[in-house]
């Protein structure tokens, strides 16, 4: 596991949806619609981060509007669907933004997130990530995706550079 040095030198958050923002699962309903499951917990973190001032980026191989309608409501920028090589994404976001790598986490829950974990300061995944996964992370949080896993992670990373306060301001959503 990183210590506390690393988690305070994180100024980004690169999260991957499905496994870490939801649960991974998907709910076939009888009218042909899929659905997902989000914690709010985590929704409220993300809200927490960007009014901070943190920069939050969705790279997802997937592609759910639903979702993606979720997290700009919860006033996520940059969400980036149908991502086939994350790693790609990753290195180009940070030279584009002029982020150094100790500036970055990421949190992903399977193998195509592996290569990403790789080039970020502090590589994350949730508690029922896949094995592969959890042995290249430097933390693995306590709970599962889609239930507080992002929430444990911003809250760790904001409370190692004193943000994690709470005031009325910030659920204006």
Do not use: H
């Not at 709910?27 to 042909?32: A, K, P, Y």
């Not at 592996?114 to 502090?122: A, D, H, L, N, W």
């Not at 929430?151 to 994690?164: S, Y």
């Amino acid at each position: 596991m990183k210590n506390q040095k690393q988690f305070s030198k994180v100024s980004c958050f690169i999260l991957d949806v499905d496994g870490v923002l939801t649960d991974g699962n998907v709910l076939v309903l009888d009218n042909g619609l899929q659905a997902r499951r989000m914690s709010i917990k985590d929704g409220f973190a993300l809200q927490m981060a960007i009014k901070k001032g943190y920069k939050i980026v969705i790279v997802s191989g997937g592609n759910s509007p639903q979702v993606a309608d979720r997290l700009q409501k919860l006033g996520v920028i940059e969400i980036n669907m149908s991502v086939a090589d994350k790693k790609k994404f990753v290195s180009e976001f940070k030279l584009k933004n002029g982020l150094s790598r100790d500036q970055l986490l990421y949190m992903g829950d399977d193998l195509p997130d592996i290569p990403v974990m790789s080039i970020v300061g502090v590589a994350c995944c949730p508690a029922d990530a896949v094995k592969e996964v959890k042995n290249a992370a430097d933390y693995i949080a306590k709970y599962n995706g889609g239930d507080a896993c992002v929430r444990e992670v911003i809250e760790k990373v904001l409370k190692a550079n004193d943000d994690w306060e709470f005031s009325i301001e910030l659920t204006s959503q």
